[in-house]
């Protein structure tokens, strides 16, 4: 039907009528806050790349759990920063690591809130890879058991949930078929399955001491150029046992989100990563940017692109906007 019969103008004449034909409606059911927790901190110290991200003790970041779980946040994800670090990234899967008092604390004190443990070697070894290396080589099958015993040891200590972030071969399934062996066959991995070696981590790097000491992530990272391969990454991940895949980073990266939704029937995952965040926060706080309204539009945005759940770093301010 042509003008003048139709007029698109007429569904956005009235506020409560845009309200009731809304395509995508952004919920704190969607949003999960990433943390930081160091080993051996005293209180919490602000990420200079990331304002009003901080990096916590065991302590504090337990009072910011409570916070936020009663601000209305549901979910974390966590990354640990231990004092150590050595060729192996042991302190991954320690008993007594960083991480593992941290969900261990947060999981007696917040119950209600779910914990996510990002599953990578990077913050933990001595030199800032994800696996681990031979020379300058990242070595692939030997660095899958070393995720799986990560991965078993995070949910021994708390985790509801799994996410590898690594990007080896392989590894959804080592962990897969680790976790079913000590009884934790309920506990769902979500697995980064599309992670592009971007430039859009470096605020994350510095806040994880995490950057590589030689080389960079391009040999097991995604060339940021290519979508069909995001495909048969996802495709791969799903045979070996994801339950959600995640598209990463989000805001460069929408047509990878949109095609993995189109294509298969798992809930898909993006996050909104550090470099999206700084970038917001920088402009904001030269006014130049109004931080609100660009944040809920471009959440809304990656809602709209596919992705059912969203990592960011604004999660606390949306919770705090949206109130309750
Ligand atoms: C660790 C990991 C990274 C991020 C999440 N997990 C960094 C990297 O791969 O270098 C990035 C998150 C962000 O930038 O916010 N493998
Ligand atoms: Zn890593």
């Not at 999206?276 to 309204?293: F, N, T, V």
Request: aromatic share 6%; charged share 25%; net charge negative.
């Amino acid at each position: 039907m042509n003008f003048p019969v139709t007029r698109l103008r007429r569904l956005r004449e009235h506020n409560i009528v845009r309200d009731l034909v809304r395509e995508n409606l952004l919920t704190l059911n969607d949003l999960v806050m990433p943390l930081f927790v160091v080993e051996g901190l005293s209180g919490r110290e602000e990420i200079s790349s990331m304002p009003g991200q901080y990096r916590y003790s065991v302590k504090e970041l337990v009072e910011e759990c409570k916070r936020l779980a009663d601000a209305g946040v549901r979910a974390v994800i966590l990354f640990g920063i231990p004092a150590q670090k050595d060729p192996h990234g042991s302190g991954a899967w320690a008993e007594n690591g960083i991480i593992q008092q941290a969900m261990a604390a947060i999981a007696r004190a917040v119950p209600e809130l779910l914990i996510i443990g990002d599953i990578c070697l990077c913050e933990y070894t001595s030199h800032g890879h994800c696996g681990m290396i031979e020379g300058e080589r990242i070595l692939n099958d030997p660095t899958l058991e070393l995720l799986a015993r990560t991965a078993v040891s995070q949910v021994t200590a708390g985790a509801h949930m799994v996410a590898p972030s690594d990007m080896m071969d392989g590894r959804v399934g080592a962990i897969r078929e680790a976790l079913d062996e000590h009884g934790f066959a309920h506990v769902p991995i979500m697995s980064y399955a599309a992670k592009y070696a971007s430039a859009y981590y470096g605020p994350f790097r510095d806040a994880a001491e995490s950057a590589p000491q030689f080389g960079d992530r391009r040999s097991y990272q995604m060339d940021p150029a290519n979508v069909r391969e995001a495909l048969r990454e996802v495709e791969l991940d799903i045979l070996e046992g994801a339950d959600l895949v995640m598209v990463k980073p989000a805001l460069a990266y929408m047509d990878v989100i949109r095609a993995v939704r189109d294509t298969f029937d798992v809930p898909v995952a993006c996050y909104n990563v550090s470099g999206e965040y700084s970038m917001i926060k920088a402009a904001a706080a030269r006014g130049w940017l109004d931080e609100p309204r660009i944040v809920m539009e471009t959440l809304t945005a990656m809602k709209r692109a596919g992705a059912q759940l969203i990592l960011s770093y604004h999660t606390r301010d949306v919770a705090a906007w949206l109130g309750r």
